[in-house]
């Protein structure tokens, strides 16, 4: 098993940026999962934001945020990153840590297998 753990979010003015910090534990290596960014608003899906393979190796990085956000992870530190650049009111959710132990490198929360607690980023306009 892995335990996600989120945290850096808060409020942050349009134009702004954050980095968001994703630990991880547990009995299952992180060197052997891929892991994921997700977001979800009020009201609406999950949304996919990125996803980094197991060994850095391989990433997709959402449209809508593709250019403005960067993933990253360094296993040695059993941590993933989310680095958010000219944010916008529509960024504005929860945003989820997830880790997906088997596959291709996916894009969709049925993939994925462990899930942080969520951390609250609030851009305001």
């Known amino acids: 098993q892995v335990q996600l753990a989120e945290s850096g979010g808060g409020l942050v003015q349009a134009g702004g940026s954050l980095r968001l910090s994703c630990a991880a534990s547990?009995?299952?290596?992180?060197?052997?999962?891929?892991m994921g960014w997700f977001r979800q608003a009020p009201g609406k899906e999950r949304e996919f934001v990125a996803s980094?393979?197991?060994?850095?190796?391989?990433?997709y990085i959402a449209d809508s945020v593709k250019g403005r956000f960067t993933i990253s992870r360094d296993n040695a530190k059993n941590m993933a990153y989310l680095q958010m650049n000219s944010l916008k009111p529509e960024d504005t959710a929860v945003y989820y840590c997830?880790?997906?132990?088997?596959?291709?490198?996916?894009?969709?929360?049925?993939?994925?297998?462990?899930w942080g607690q969520g951390t609250q980023v609030t851009v305001s306009s």
């Open positions: 997830a880790a997906q132990r088997f596959g291709v490198l996916a894009t969709t929360v049925r993939n994925y297998d462990y």
């Open positions: 547990g009995r299952r290596s992180i060197s052997s999962v891929h």
């Open positions: 980094i393979a197991w060994n850095g190796d391989n990433s």
